[in-house]
C-alpha cells in the first residue's frame, strides 16, 4: 500500500471513530468527573482476552480518553456497567 493510500485510510478511521487519548488513572478521574458533570457518560468494562484490564471509558467533542488498570478500581461511578469491552486501536 502506497503512502498517500495509508494516509487516506488513517484519516477515514479516525474521522469515524474519533481519536483515542489514553491516560494515567489521575488524569482520567480529574478530567472524567469534570465531563460527567456536563453530562458524559463513563462506561467501565474488562478488555484482554488473557490478561484482563479495567478499562474506564469517555467521550468528549469527538476525543475518546480511556484508562486501563491490570485490577485496580478508579475512585469513579461509572455510568455504564459492561461485561466486556473492545477498543480497536
Known amino acids: ?18 481519536t483515542l ?5 489521575e488524569q482520567f478521574v ?17 478488555t484482554g482476552l488473557i490478561h484482563k484490564k479495567e478499562t474506564y471509558i469517555v467521550g468528549n467533542q469527538g476525543i475518546i480518553l480511556y484508562c486501563r488498570s491490570e485490577s485496580i478500581l478508579l475512585s469513579i461511578k461509572a455510568d455504564i456497567e459492561t461485561k466486556r469491552l473492545s477498543l480497536l486501536l
Do not use: P, W, Y
Not at 21 to 25: G, I, K
Not at 35 to 42: E, S, V
Open 1 to 18: 500500500m502506497c503512502a498517500a493510500t495509508s494516509a487516506a485510510v488513517i484519516s477515514a478511521a479516525v474521522m469515524a471513530a474519533g
Open 21 to 25: 487519548v489514553e491516560l494515567d488513572s
Open 30 to 46: 480529574e478530567i472524567a468527573n469534570r465531563l460527567q458533570k456536563n453530562g458524559a457518560f463513563i462506561i467501565h468494562g474488562k
